[in-house]
């Protein structure tokens, strides 16, 4: 076993070490007693020093700047206290609209992406043949970037060479053809689309994941004493997936608040503003219109809510992810 | 006739799944003439010219050389990092490790969006804005929390009695991790590196924000270049650029299906 040999060369160089070291003097075995009490906290340290840098030091730093109103060419900074913040309420109709198509996105994300996912691990799970080729195609869309699939469904809802057209003409329903991300009244439903096209398949796999925790023996109890398949489904299934979908309602408001390429590819947040979502309209104030000040205090938004939204999540992971 | 129905909403569904990718693939075929006058229509005659095209014109051979150094040069150091702070906050007892634990994964749970401004400040004091260097940190640091939560999962499995009999043995700590731990972790640790790998190739928002010359940008934004500027509408072409830049993930996807929809299922939690 490879193993166990690499494992009794490490004992003899162990030993050659051992008798380097009584020749050396004290205060390296001190050095060395130090450096093996404290490596827990070394260890960690450069990973630390990461998170202290990248995550902590921008995220207290967004309170202090989200208070001024500056740019980024210019060096003064002009004290405005709350006002980013009582602009973002009561004077900015497109950030509130945002925050609507964010609990909008998360709503629909939720209620069709986890009946649905639910019904494909439940078939994917019985029929282990079929259903592997099947798994691996719904999938398949996730590891592709956003920014290609954005542009991909762009094309499938263009007026002019577009599938979606062509498709509602060919089956007689072309009375509901329409530049679908030009209108205003499509354009949501239509990126919508395109978020499920995308996502189904990894709420498919994180069901499948909670379904295989189960052990088989219940299910095959369950087939002793008579149960049919939806029988089994309703009185097995269903109750251990109570926790699972919870946890995936959180995921998709948290998700929310996190979304950004699709929209700003395919629309940039129009038609007139209709679709954008907190992060795009974020971006806009920040580097497009020159205030990220107002940009930060937006983030500071984001930052809160899902924070809370978060808490809740790692009330419901806890026992999951740290064990 | 209940399964026949079944079969049929299966195959519907992954038509419906597939379509988009084969409709780009025939497209990236055709000519802009043959898109516009037949969408659904086949290529007369094969060629890779919208391929040439995207490469030579959509510098999409540069863009995939910086991905490829960004990515990598990323997933190296969070391989090196991630499994080293993982044990410790696992299997080594010190103080504040409660702490050091929380502050290390809460970045998880935290959405990058909110802190693009402070973020870019960050970068523009050290210098490092329309850097590779500024972009590879920033991944680091964004995707340590996963790695490391990821990792912790592993470590806590592993019995405690192949920790004691090596303290037995006289290993110091560092040996102990080095020797014995970091092994074991290695199929862990590749998980962990194939979804950063996918992660951080697909990643639009932090290139999006701290890039300024084309010939610094990555895959997906150089895409979204490309498909504004002066080949706006040239759809053709544009089809051919977007297979390309979608190639290297699909075949990691190919060859490590099983492993990367594991290690996604648990990453998702923090999406």
């Known amino acids: 076993m490879p193993r166990r040999g690499f494992y009794h060369l490490s004992r003899s160089s162990l030993r050659e070490k051992q008798k380097q070291s009584a020749t050396n003097f004290s205060a390296a075995k001190g050095l060395g007693r130090f450096l093996d009490s404290q490596a827990g906290l070394l260890m960690s340290l450069p990973a630390l020093i990461f998170a202290l840098i990248f995550i902590f030091y921008p995220l207290v730093q967004m309170f202090y700047l989200s208070l001024f109103r500056w740019t980024f060419v210019s060096p003064t900074m002009v004290f405005v206290g709350l006002e980013n913040y009582t602009r973002m309420f009561f004077n900015d109709a497109v950030y509130l609209r945002s925050l609507l198509n964010v609990v909008l996105l998360a709503a629909q994300s939720s209620a069709i992406q986890i009946p649905i996912g639910i019904a494909f691990a439940t078939i994917i799970l019985r029929n282990r043949r079929v259903g592997g080729l099947f798994w691996a195609i719904i999938f398949l869309p996730y590891v592709i970037s956003s920014v290609a699939v954005s542009l991909i469904w762009t094309w499938m809802y263009n007026p002019y060479f577009g599938s979606v057209n062509i498709f509602l003409n060919a089956v007689g329903l072309g009375f509901l053809a329409r530049p679908w991300l030009g209108d205003v009244n499509t354009a949501l439903i239509a990126i919508f689309g395109t978020v499920n096209w995308i996502y189904i398949g990894l709420t498919t796999t994180m069901t499948i994941a909670t379904l295989r925790s189960i052990p088989p023996s219940i299910f095959e109890s369950a087939r002793v004493d008579g149960l049919s398949g939806f029988q089994e489904f309703r009185k097995i299934t269903l109750p251990l997936l109570k926790e699972l979908i919870t946890v995936l309602v959180i995921i998709d408001i948290a998700g929310a608040f996190k979304f950004f390429d699709l929209i700003w590819v395919m629309t940039q947040g129009g038609p007139s503003d209709s679709t954008h979502v907190t992060t795009t309209w974020l971006y806009r104030a920040a580097f497009r219109a020159s205030e990220p000040g107002y940009g930060a205090a937006i983030g500071v938004t984001i930052f809160v809510i899902s924070f809370v939204v978060v808490q809740l999540l790692i009330k419901f992971m806890r026992s999951r992810l740290t064990r | ?271």
């Open chain 2, 1 to 271: 006739m209940k399964l026949f129905a079944l079969a049929v909403v299966l195959l519907l569904v992954a038509i419906l799944m597939i379509y988009p990718l084969a409709w780009t693939l025939i497209t990236s075929f055709k000519t802009n003439r043959e898109l516009f006058l037949d969408p659904w229509g086949l290529p007369t005659n094969i060629t890779f010219e919208n391929f040439n095209k995207a490469i030579e014109r959509g510098n999409m051979d540069t863009a995939m050389l910086n991905s490829l150094i960004v990515s990598l040069g990323s997933i190296f150091l969070i391989s090196v990092i991630a499994p080293m702070a993982a044990y410790a906050t696992s299997r080594i007892e010190f103080r504040f490790r409660g702490v050091v634990t929380n502050l290390l994964i809460a970045g998880f749970f935290i959405a990058p969006h909110a802190v693009l401004v402070p973020l870019l400040v960050l970068l523009r004091d050290m210098g490092l804005v329309d850097t590779h260097l500024g972009l590879i940190l920033s991944y680091v640091g964004w995707n340590l929390p996963f790695a490391i939560l990821f990792m912790k999962a592993f470590f806590v499995s592993i019995p405690s009695s192949l920790q004691d009999s090596a303290r037995v043995d006289g290993l110091s700590k560092y040996a102990m991790y080095w020797r014995i731990m970091l092994p074991l972790a290695l199929p862990t640790i590749l998980t962990v590196a194939i979804i950063m790998f996918i992660g951080i190739w697909n990643d639009f928002l932090f290139a999006f924000i701290f890039l300024r010359s084309p010939s610094n940008f990555t895959v997906p934004i150089n895409l979204l270049n490309f498909t504004t500027g002066r080949y706006g509408s040239d759809y053709v072409a544009q089809s051919a650029a977007v297979l390309i830049s979608a190639l290297p993930t699909v075949i990691l996807y190919l060859v490590f299906a099983e492993r990367i929809r594991r290690g996604v299922a648990f990453m998702a939690f923090g999406r």
